[in-house]
């Protein structure tokens, strides 16, 4: 899955001063909407910017933002959401879609790029307190913007979102989702709504998305999903007996069973949804 880059170790702890200003060597992630400013290699792997590269063209080091570590690698964030800032534009460097990330190699970069989306959604749509109004800092001692005016702290948001393996014997609920960029398998997925717990969530999104009543509800492992800010909890459940399939056109373009046999590869290395097919497929679910 996305986050597995082991052997390296990810550091999210919020660093001490020294840490806070960039070195030239430290890697830049600028985004713009859902892409990032990368530089394609011939062999389609990913490059980002160095802070040096940045500086460079003129940019102050305090417009880049410490963000998390990967062993000694450090990864700063280009604050294109200043008011009145331009994105940042670079020789040799193209903004791409974010979906380029999903194979982008090496590993460890493909997760830090994902990873850093998601704190610059957070600061970019964070920019005012919500509940008074005004400006907000950065809090000097953890990740956190601070309103000066009413001292309301905002912490960066995960949303919490299910992912679900609704099997039937030797078959699992397949699905595609409907309008949307992602044109691979899927299986039923949600957010959590406020009030519910995680296993709620899961019996009413299958009864939602394909109209199945589910038993024996059981988590199997999560995943932080930086492209759309979630944390996903995956778990298998099994259908009830002799119901039929109805589906939510709203959500899903397709939805059937499919016998083991009948799955090919998935690129588990990416997706906990992959992982959980795949494992469902080799018999161990
Ligand atoms: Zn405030």
């Given at each position: 899955?996305?986050?597995?880059?082991?052997?390296?170790?990810?550091?999210?702890?919020?660093?001490?001063?020294?840490?806070?200003?960039?070195?030239?060597?430290?890697?830049?992630?600028?985004?713009?909407?859902?892409?990032?400013?990368?530089?394609?290699?011939?062999?389609?792997?990913?490059?980002?910017?160095?802070?040096?590269?940045?500086?460079?063209?003129?940019?102050?080091?305090?417009?880049?933002?410490?963000?998390?570590?990967?062993?000694?690698?450090?990864?700063?964030?280009?604050?294109?959401?200043?008011?009145g800032s331009m994105p940042l534009e670079l020789e040799g460097y193209t903004y791409e879609k974010n979906s380029v990330l999903r194979a982008a190699a090496p590993r460890d970069l493909r997760f830090a790029a994902v990873t850093g989306y998601h704190l610059y959604v957070w600061y970019r749509d964070n920019r005012y307190c919500g509940r008074c109004g005004h400006e907000v800092s950065y809090s000097r001692t953890e990740r956190a913007?601070?309103?000066?005016?009413?001292?309301?702290?905002?912490?960066?948001?995960?949303?919490?979102?299910?992912?679900?393996?609704?099997?039937?014997?030797?078959?699992?609920?397949?699905?595609?989702?409907?309008?949307?960029?992602?044109?691979?398998?899927?299986?039923?997925?949600?957010?959590?709504?406020?009030?519910?717990?995680?296993?709620?969530?899961?019996?009413?999104?299958?009864?939602?998305?394909?109209?199945?009543?589910?038993?024996?509800?059981?988590?199997?492992?999560?995943?932080?999903?930086g492209f759309e800010q979630d944390l996903l909890a995956g778990f298998y459940c099994e259908a009830d007996p002799d119901e039929e399939i109805m589906l939510d056109k709203m959500e899903l373009a397709k939805a059937r069973f499919v016998p083991r046999e009948e799955i090919g590869d998935e690129d588990a290395d990416l997706s906990l949804t992959a992982e959980m097919i795949m494992r469902f497929r080799d018999g161990l679910e």
């Open positions: 899955m996305i986050q597995n880059i082991s052997p390296e170790v990810f550091d999210n702890h919020f660093p001490d001063h020294e840490m806070t200003s960039p070195s030239p060597y430290d890697t830049v992630f600028a985004y713009d909407g859902r892409t990032i400013l990368v530089r394609k290699a011939e062999d389609g792997t990913l490059a980002f910017p160095g802070a040096g590269e940045v500086i460079a063209r003129g940019h102050a080091a305090a417009e880049l933002i410490y963000l998390f570590s990967i062993d000694e690698k450090h990864f700063f964030l280009f604050t294109s959401f200043d008011k913007l601070v309103c000066p005016q009413c001292g309301n702290t905002i912490y960066p948001r995960l949303n919490p979102a299910v992912i679900v393996g609704v099997t039937r014997g030797d078959s699992i609920l397949m699905t595609r989702y409907a309008g949307r960029e992602y044109k691979g398998h899927a299986l039923v997925a949600g957010f959590c709504e406020i009030g519910e717990a995680l296993e709620e969530t899961v019996a009413r999104e299958v009864l939602e998305e394909v109209g199945l009543h589910v038993h024996n509800i059981r988590y199997y492992k999560s995943q932080p999903w």
